[in-house]
């Protein structure tokens, strides 16, 4: 019931330009039980303790070495630092000096794989792909992209692997965005582990905070785009949303919310507003009611979270999105 006041709360909008960002594990796809140790991306991390900190000796898995809160919702980066302070003993500022090199590691283990193996684990959600392709046919009022903590080049081999990217739903790239040799031809828009890492491993706050870098990452790119010269796209962008399944996306899209409340009180850019929303999916491992407290009560057109218990199998997923 709570769900459907948030999402009467949501008013219809047009003439405005929204930008939808995904999670990937437990928002776009789902892992099986093995997932956390024998996925192709949880291997990667281990492979690139091992071969760039470790003299190739082999080192136990995140899900082995490490507690859940420290990896689940968290970013690719601080999931190295922390499995290499757990494995090696090393402290953060020594590994983080070896991050870009470890993040290139972790590409090239999974780029030496074929789509199988790499989608091994790991499946859409249901509802995924068909909102997805209906998301494909609305590029004059929509961009989607992800926000996630996965390296980039290995969060386009996942998509590509398990048939998300072929909806042609995610935007094309920002000129910006680092090339990942091999993945060219499959990159889309979004905010990346591999964008931003603060290093902070002692503080679970980091979690959510660096994600939350990755949407105002993602925002800035889709900004980039819609301002470039010759697009036919010129409207300002007015709507992000932050589609995901953990406490650290909840508290990501609530805290860029809050930063772009204040830029905007302090701008003289009366253009430059911008309504962050959330739909929060139970489709991970927390309940649709812890979600709902983190995410607190919406103040419309600043923060308007929507919490789904069945996700983007929910059939009012896009009214959620307040597109429709």
Request: hydrophobic residues 40%.
């Amino acid at each position: 019931m709570k769900s459907i006041l948030l999402l009467l709360l949501i008013p219809l909008r047009t003439n405005c330009f929204s930008l939808i960002t995904f999670d990937v594990d437990g928002t776009l796809v789902k892992g099986s039980g093995q997932a956390a140790a024998e996925s192709a991306h949880a291997r990667a991390f281990s492979h690139a303790i091992s071969t760039v900190l470790n003299n190739s000796q082999p080192v136990a898995s995140v899900a082995e070495a490490l507690p859940r809160q420290l990896y689940h919702g968290s970013t690719d980066g601080l999931i190295l630092l922390r499995l290499a302070k757990a494995t090696l003993g090393m402290d953060s500022k020594d590994s983080f000096a070896k991050l870009e090199e470890m993040f290139a590691c972790m590409y090239e283990f999974m780029s030496d794989m074929d789509e199988e193996e790499i989608a091994a684990h790991i499946t859409p959600l249901p509802g995924v792909m068909d909102h997805l392709g209906t998301l494909a046919t609305m590029k004059d009022q929509v961009m989607c992209g992800l926000v996630t903590g996965n390296v980039e080049g290995i969060a386009r081999k996942k998509m590509k692997a398990v048939g998300i990217y072929d909806t042609r739903a995610l935007s094309p790239p920002c000129a910006t965005q680092r090339q990942w040799v091999g993945s060219e031809q499959y990159g889309f828009l979004g905010g990346f582990g591999s964008d931003f890492c603060s290093g902070d491993i002692d503080s679970l706050e980091r979690n959510h905070l660096d994600r939350g870098e990755q949407i105002a990452i993602a925002t800035n790119r889709c900004r980039n785009i819609l301002n470039k010269d010759g697009n036919n796209m010129q409207q300002p962008l007015t709507r992000v949303v932050h589609v995901g399944d953990a406490p650290a996306d909840v508290l990501a899209a609530k805290w860029f919310s809050e930063r772009q409340y204040e830029e905007h009180k302090n701008s003289k850019n009366t253009n430059d507003k911008i309504c962050v929303g959330c739909v929060a999916v139970a489709t991970g491992s927390y309940s649709a009611q812890e979600l709902r407290d983190l995410a607190g009560e919406p103040i419309s057109g600043v923060w308007e979270p929507v919490i789904l218990e069945e996700g983007m199998g929910d059939p009012g997923f896009l009214k959620a999105c307040g597109i429709l």
